[in-house]
T-cell receptor, first 111, second 118 residues
Framework: TQLLEQSPQFLSIQEGENLTVYCNSS?????LQWYRQEPGEGPVLLVT?????EVKKLKRLTFQFGDARKDSSLHITAAQPGDTGLYLC???????????FGQGTELSVKP | NAGVTQTPKFQVLKTGQSMTLQCAQD?????MYWYRQDPGMGLRLIYY???????DKGEVPNGYNVSRLNKREFSLRLESAAPSQTSVYFC?????????????????FGPGTRLLVL
């Protein structure tokens, strides 16, 4: 069974702080996605990274795919209360779109 | 466009009862998925349908059946509910399921069905 381990599982920080969430595996993935989920809703895609070493930025969010395509990180600069939610990484293979999800990181940003 | 819709939103069942979770998408997507989400375990794939008329098992298919009724609708059935099936169930769809693609298509998720089995 291929696993994606996310760390930390829970993170509580003050507004304005920076944070990094990690997603690690012993398996190589063809691509890695990050989703954000708010309470009572389904996950929403934030980004897809496909190339080893790739870095993508979305405003205050920076996503990186490891050189060996086994790990990824999400860095948030100057976190805001609106960033609160569950962040999920998901690895994909060339197997018909099936995704392997990490267990999620619950982020709470306090004003 | 409503995107992906799921019914019901909440359901309480007794052990042994059966029920069907409904899912529909209006984005003309070919592929649809059913996941369950449990605390600390992320999302786990139950079944998926690459295209109309095809279904395949995912990671945790035991105790479930699915039907791809048409391109829009993909239902999940619990024939004899068990307490271990207490979970939040999400349906998702994507444009294509490309075996040769090096990238993942975006999956669009419904709002979920919260199921409690007593």
């Amino acid at each position: 069974t291929q696993l994606l381990e996310q760390s930390p599982q829970f993170l509580s920080i003050q507004e304005g702080e920076n944070l990094t969430v990690y997603c690690n595996s012993s398996s190589v993935f063809s691509s890695l996605q990050w989703y954000r989920q708010e309470p009572g809703e389904g996950p929403v895609l934030l980004v897809t990274v496909v190339t080893g070493g790739e870095v993508k930025k979305l405003k205050r969010l920076t996503f990186q795919f490891g050189d060996a395509r086994k790990d990824s990180s999400l860095h948030i600069t100057a976190a805001q209360p609106g960033d609160t939610g569950l962040y999920l990484c998901a690895g994909g293979h060339n197997q018909g779109g099936k995704l392997i999800f990490g267990q999620g990181t619950e982020l709470s940003v306090k004003p | 466009n409503a995107g992906v819709t799921q019914t019901p939103k909440f359901q309480v069942l007794k052990t042994g009862q059966s029920m069907t979770l409904q899912c529909a998408q209006d984005m003309n997507h070919n592929s649809m998925y059913w996941y369950r989400q449990d605390p600390g375990m992320g999302l786990r794939l139950i079944y998926y349908s690459a295209s109309e008329g095809t279904t395949d098992k995912g990671e945790v298919p035991n105790g479930y059946n699915v039907s791809r009724l048409n391109k829009r609708e993909f239902s999940l059935r619990l024939e004899s509910a068990a307490p271990s099936q207490t979970s939040v169930y999400f349906c998702a769809s994507s444009r294509v399921l490309n075996l040769l693609a090096e990238y993942q298509e975006t999956q669009y998720f419904g709002p979920g069905t919260r199921l409690l089995v007593l």
